[in-house]
């Protein structure tokens, strides 16, 4: 069974301009969460997208925005990128839900603002 | 709140010695689930094991075991002789459903030295 990948692996963007991020989770899966990662705030829990539809989100400002399509394929949206979004995103898939279920994560997407 | 506690910022061990990584979550809800997951250099997290509250039974995989203390909020994690390819960031992560979010440590850094 395939992993869940990110596209794209890396990504060198201005700050002010916007970014979309995509994942693909482990087929079956329905769940797909994202997570931002940075050495001084550690692994964030971004939100979580189920059947097309967000269920949970984290503490983080209406710039960072998802999707999830019917074949459960997710994207993340960050507009107007600011320094501090730099960070490796992560994505994670499970069977029914971030929360009871274990994850499976992507290999991430290396974000670099400048 | 919910919180998750890792003291442990960086370790380092001789191969073939046990090591234990320390765990100490914060919640309020009767029902919630504890994960651990290691982190290689090659960045991709790995699902490590899943708990739920109300199962308090230690668990042993191989050189990996696992303690659950609910009287002490701790879910800590012990390597047996371990080895060069121990060596990673490890996550203890908790999940409630009143939360639905995911929290996860600040992780521990575990350097083995051959």
């Known amino acids: 069974k395939a992993g869940v990948t990110q596209t794209p692996r890396y990504l060198i963007k201005t700050r002010g301009q916007q970014v979309t991020l995509s994942c693909s989770p482990i087929?079956?899966?329905?769940?797909v969460s994202w997570y931002q990662q940075t050495p001084g705030q550690g692994l964030q829990f971004l939100f979580e997208?189920?059947?097309?539809?967000?269920?949970n989100k984290g503490n983080f400002p209406g710039r960072f925005s998802g999707r999830q399509f019917s074949n459960s394929r997710s994207e993340m949206n960050v507009s107007t990128l600011e320094l501090g979004d730099s960070a490796l995103y992560l994505c994670?898939?499970?069977?029914?839900?971030?929360?009871?279920?274990?994850?499976?994560f992507g290999p991430g997407t290396r974000l670099t603002v400048t | 709140a919910q919180k998750v506690t890792q003291a442990q910022t960086e370790i380092s061990v001789v191969e073939k010695e046990d090591v234990t990584l320390d765990c100490v979550y914060e919640?309020?809800?009767?029902?919630?689930?504890l994960f651990w997951y290691k982190q290689p250099p090659s960045g991709e997290l790995v699902f490590l094991i899943r708990?739920?509250?109300?199962?308090?039974q230690n668990e042993i995989s191989g050189r990996y075991s696992w303690n659950f203390q609910k009287s002490t909020s701790s879910f800590n994690f012990t390597i047996t002789a371990s080895q060069v390819v121990d060596s990673a960031v490890y996550f203890c992560?908790?999940?409630?459903?009143?939360?639905?979010?995911?929290?996860f440590g600040t992780g521990t850094s575990l350097t083995v030295i051959p």
């Open positions: 992560a908790l999940s409630t459903n009143t939360g639905n979010q995911f929290y």
């Open positions: 994670a898939s499970s069977l029914e839900g971030a929360v009871t279920y274990e994850q499976y």
């Open positions: 997208y189920f059947s097309e539809t967000q269920r």
């Open positions: 087929s079956g899966h329905r769940s």
């Open positions: 708990r739920n509250s109300f199962d308090e």
């Open positions: 919640t309020r809800d009767t029902t919630y689930y």
